[in-house]
DNA sequence: ATCACAAACGCAATATACTTGCAATTGAAC
DNA sequence: GTTCAATTGCAAGTATATTGCGTTTGTGAT
């Protein structure tokens, strides 16, 4: 549980969104869960009447403006994470248990050569995966 | 179309896989295809009798065994290509056109700090997504 | 305050992506 | 050739995500 929690509303205005109790709420919970959550996970902390259509557009919505980040951890799912108000970061994943910890960029936003057909690049995913001390004493 | 194929059945058996007419089959297309490609691609190249389950099920075990590579383009599905045989590298992912680029390796492998519950990585992903040439000027 | 309207919602139906179980088949090591 | 684990093929099932459409609501303009 996180205090001090910003203004969601006023937030969600300047990303160009309403301000519905919904997206308020959706927001909230991806501050405080600070970690990048699955749409059923997000399912589980909010209110059972909390339509599932919904919560897919809101998703797609606030990933679109950037307010929030979608990351693949190669579950066959998304995860979703707060973005704005937050350092540009990455992950690493234990394949064995799931943990997840946050580390920051090391990514050299592509140096792009006369010879590409792109000269943008607006964004980028990077992962990473290993095992985390307590799997590899485990193993 | 590219000439000179590698011996794919030589190759699946060096990755711990039975050189069976189906993977055998899957691995040149992969290797033709040259750029990631997705289940619903695959079964478009693929001859219709090949089954999509043991499709799936080939596709998990050579990507455990590192002989192909997972993608994800957050297209809503995987895209795969071929690992073995080839440099490490990334993508970049034109957002407008979904043309693909081939990129280097510009990824430091984390430097993990005391404080990590990390000590061993294993693999990462990384693209990158931007607009492309075309899809700039039409914009 | 209230009006207008695009944005967002809620529900039902549908589509896509992927998995599981199990019996039958087959590649490869001996 | 025999053996056996790996792989296949089919049927069914589950999880994930999307579409269409009529209704509601936040917000900026009056």
Redesign the interface.
């Known amino acids: 549980m996180k205090s001090n929690n910003p203004d969601f509303a006023e937030l969600l205005r300047e990303y160009g969104s309403k301000a519905t109790p919904g997206r308020v709420t959706l927001l909230k919970v991806l501050w405080q869960e600070d970690k990048p959550i699955s749409v059923a996970g997000l399912k589980k902390k909010l209110d059972p009447s909390f339509d599932e259509v919904t919560l897919y557009r809101a998703l797609e919505s606030l990933t679109a403006s950037g307010l929030i980040r979608?990351v693949?951890f190669?579950h066959g799912h998304a995860h979703y994470e707060m973005n704005a108000l937050r350092e540009h970061h990455h992950h690493?994943i234990?394949?064995s248990c799931g943990?997840v910890?946050d580390?920051e960029c090391?990514?050299?936003?592509?140096?792009l050569t006369k010879a590409?057909?792109?000269?943008?690049?607006?964004?980028?995913?990077?992962?990473?995966?290993?095992?985390?001390?307590?799997c590899?004493k485990t193993a």
């Open positions: 979608e693949d190669r690493i234990c394949t943990r910890e580390t090391r990514v050299q936003e592509a140096k590409s057909a792109f000269r943008i690049i607006t964004d980028h995913t990077a992962e990473f995966f290993g095992l985390c001390n307590s590899i």
